[in-house]
């Protein structure tokens, strides 16, 4: 079967760091993406690593590992906008992304 | 102008009834999804669609339908609705089938009374 774990929740305050951990096992690997959504709204596409290593994106990196599979996303300057849930999706095969079940993430003042 | 689109936004209706969800992409995609995503904010692929030839179907109950009468439309159908049917329901849409970059819509909250 597919299984991405991922925390239920971070916390953190305005301006500072946090690092959301995706780990996955699956039957067929190309790649580990990240989406956004906050409430109410719909996911957005974030990043997404095929290969091992650090992907930049301003504020937002996302990491992988493949010999580990494991990946995280890195979010600095936190800032309240980004209180939202963040997802690990791996694309498993031709057409399938398999969801992690989301971490919530709350900015506090 | 709004890259995927779906119609309704909410949907309310009692069980036994059938109804139906509707989208659109104008990005000139070939693929396109359907995702539901339960109280939990589990999400979980449905069906999808490459140049409107259905190439994945989950376990997904027979009420369920999905219907694609060009590639830049992908409808579900839904019969005899349940209780359990109740979530939101995301229409989403990629360049290829192959692509890792998936465009969602805004999503269709239907509720099962």
């Known amino acids: 079967g597919q299984s991405l774990e991922q925390p239920s929740e971070v916390t953190a305050v305005e301006g500072a760091i946090v690092q959301i951990n995706c780990t996955y096992q699956?039957?067929?690997?190309?790649?580990l993406s990240w989406y956004q959504q906050h409430d109410g709204g719909a996911p957005t596409f974030l990043s997404y690593n095929a290969l091992d290593g650090l992907e930049e994106t301003g504020r937002f990196s996302s990491f992988l590992s493949r010999s580990d599979s494991y990946g995280y996303l890195l979010l600095q300057e936190l800032q309240m906008k980004d209180s939202a849930s963040y997802f690990c999706?791996?694309?498993?095969?031709?057409?399938?992304?398999?969801f992690g079940k989301g971490t919530m993430l709350l900015v506090s003042p | 102008d709004t890259a995927v689109s779906q119609t309704p936004k909410y949907l309310v209706t009692q069980m036994g009834n059938d109804k139906s969800i509707k989208c659109e992409q104008n990005l000139g995609h070939d693929t396109m999804y359907w995702y539901k995503q339960d109280s939990k904010k589990f999400l979980k692929i449905m069906f999808s669609y490459n140049n409107k030839e259905l190439i994945i179907n989950e376990t997904v109950p027979n009420r369920f339908s999905p219907k694609s009468p060009d590639k830049a439309h992908l409808n579900l159908h839904i019969n005899s609705l349940e209780l359990g049917d109740s979530a939101v329901y995301f229409c989403a849409s990629s360049q290829t089938a192959s692509s890792y970059e998936q465009y969602f819509g805004p999503g269709t909250r239907l509720t099962v009374t």
């Open positions: 999706a791996v694309l498993t095969g031709y057409s399938t992304l398999t």
């Open positions: 699956t039957s067929g690997f190309y790649g």
